[in-house]
């Protein structure tokens, strides 16, 4: 019970910064198209969402260690890549920093919705975060993938171009959402396994927060009676 007044406490006032954020770096990336300098600005801004997640996080100091340490490691690794994108070894770490940080976010909030007695402001900011965290985590899962088997993605567009993080991004929310154009295709057979496993994730996520947030329409209702 005390872990979820915490939990609550740690949520509440502050996850409307953190939705911001997410909107802010998960569709402001087109600016690092736009050389070094704005790929930095893009990186500190991206910084901003991790520490705003650090706060959220602060229901246990585990999990508020844990967030601290995978966001240092990644804000460290995006500045070398920020300065030297040709560097392998950073864009790795920034993938292996950012999947385990990103899915404890989604951790928290998943449990913060489980928890909620009634339905304010911060339950749908809250859930829509969650929603847009999802499609977050499979991006850097995508580029992970890709690096460990080259040429699992191709982008009719860009026909020859190794697929950027930047497009994955793209790709991930299409797919999130089973919109699908088709113009980045998944070609190796974990690629397209993977790609199913988001479609799935994000009619799931939707099915289930509509029906958690039915329920607790329902008992607020009951209870006014």
């Not at 991206?46 to 804000?75: E, K, N, Q």
């Not at 899915?103 to 909030?109: A, E, F, S, T």
């Not at 991004?169 to 113009?183: A, C, I, P």
Request: neutral net charge; glycine residues 6%; without cysteine.
């Amino acid at each position: 019970m005390d872990g979820d007044i915490a939990l609550e406490h740690a949520v509440e006032g502050k996850v409307i910064y953190l939705l911001a954020l997410i909107i802010l770096v998960q569709f402001g990336y087109p600016i690092t198209a736009y050389g070094t300098a704005a790929l930095v600005v893009y990186e500190i801004a991206y910084a901003s969402m991790i520490t705003v997640g650090v706060i959220v996080g602060r229901d246990s100091r585990r999990h508020t260690l844990f967030l601290a340490m995978t966001g240092f490691i990644y804000f460290t690794a995006s500045l070398v890549y920020a300065t030297n994108p040709g560097l392998t070894w950073a864009v790795l770490l920034t993938y292996i920093a950012l999947i385990p940080y990103l899915m404890m976010l989604v951790w928290i909030l998943a449990r913060f919705l489980a928890i909620v007695k009634v339905i304010t402001r911060d339950v749908l900011y809250a859930a829509v975060a969650m929603y847009l965290l999802l499609g977050a985590v499979f991006v850097p899962l995508y580029g992970l993938l890709d690096m460990l088997i080259p040429n699992s993605f191709h982008d009719g567009s860009t026909a020859g171009i190794p697929v950027q993080w930047q497009q994955l991004v793209y790709f991930s929310y299409t797919t999130l959402t089973s919109t699908g154009y088709g113009d980045i295709q998944p070609l190796s057979w974990w690629a397209r396994s993977l790609a199913n496993l988001e479609m799935i994730t994000g009619v799931l996520f939707i099915t289930i927060i509509m029906a958690r947030l039915v329920a607790l329409y329902s008992s607020e209702r009951d209870r006014a009676k």
